[in-house]
């Protein structure tokens, strides 16, 4: 089976590695983000022997002339970033397909693994499916689920996910190519399932008032290679970093974003139901973080939301 691949990242590098060692698929050619024209994805095509194509525009006439001379069986999207059209998605006999880190119907859109951990899910999925004109709404061809646990964040997910999207998106390229497709239809799973849009600046900032475990999902869900959760001492912007849940700590009412308690390796900050434990924070300066250290507030430090003077 033909593939041509549109693709970007980690995800894609360790999924193509996979697809070159069946002996029944085939990458013709690859196309990047423009915008980053990943140079790995330029290594796999050399060594491959096929074109590697930058297009602004995936859509014109002119790529899918483009595309007519490599007769692609099947159309693969991993980490692609354009809005594909349906001259494109139907182009090829056995259609376009894209492999996408949640558990669709749920988690369409972007950002899944850093939303699925500020909801405190148990588990994330990943999904290949077939493309169509909506976002991440065509039926379903391979889904998995994996486990989070409290020790996992952000970084884990994504080395679980560049790992097992790999897998996943081999094993529905597999089942194409024998035609042991099983389509299930999203609206059979839930008739409007759950979207969430880009992240941007300002979302990282945090709300003292969230409860104990809403702010520990929330750092962690935007931990490293995220920008980290955010707040303000005074006028200085910290990340905070590292922060632990305190068993059995006891709820009560007062002044959130205070500073309530401190050690050797940590303070203990009150949050919205009861009481947090910070055990890394860096600094923000010019916008890039500083080393990590065991915070040294004292007992009454505030933590806001915004800077004040």
């Known amino acids: 089976m033909k593939i041509g691949y549109f693709a970007d990242g980690p995800w894609s590098h360790r999924a193509l590695e996979l697809i070159s060692e069946a002996s029944n698929l085939q990458v013709v050619f690859i196309v ?12 796999w095509a050399d060594k491959l022997n096929i074109p590697y194509i930058p297009k602004k525009n995936v859509n014109t006439p002119e790529f899918l002339s483009i595309m007519r001379g490599f007769a692609p069986d099947l159309l693969v999207s991993m980490s692609f970033n354009q809005i594909l059209k349906k001259e494109i998605i139907e182009f ?12 669709l119907p749920f988690y369409r859109g972007r950002n899944p693994l850093n939303w699925v951990l500020i909801n405190g899910e148990s588990k994330f999925g990943i999904t290949v499916h077939y493309v169509d004109e909506g976002i991440d709404t065509g039926d379903i061809i391979k889904q998995k689920t994996f486990p989070i646990t409290l020790m996992d964040n952000y970084q884990t997910l994504l080395s679980t996910a560049v790992t097992e999207c790999a897998n996943v998106l081999l094993c529905a390229l597999l089942n194409i ?12 799973i839930h008739p409007i399932g759950s979207y969430f849009g880009v992240r941007t600046i300002g979302d990282e900032l945090i709300d003292f008032d969230w409860t104990q475990k809403r702010l520990f999902d929330f750092v962690r869900g935007i931990s490293k290679p995220g920008p980290c959760a955010r707040f303000f001492v005074g006028d200085q912007q910290y990340a905070m970093e590292l922060v632990e849940l305190i068993p059995d700590a006891p709820k009560y009412i007062a002044t959130t974003g205070e500073v309530v308690g401190r050690s050797s390796t940590g303070v203990v900050v009150k949050v919205g139901d009861s009481t947090l434990f910070v055990t890394g924070i860096s600094k923000v300066i010019n916008e890039k973080l500083t080393e990590v250290h065991v915070p040294k507030f004292k007992i009454g430090t505030r933590f806001k939301r915004l800077g004040i003077s």
């Open 92 to 103: 090829a006999p056995k259609k376009f397909i894209n492999c996408h880190a949640g558990a």
């Open 177 to 188: 190519a024998s035609t042991k497709i099983n389509r299930v239809k999203q609206e059979n």
């Open 32 to 43: 990047p983000r423009y915008d980053t024209q990943d140079p790995i994805l330029k290594d």
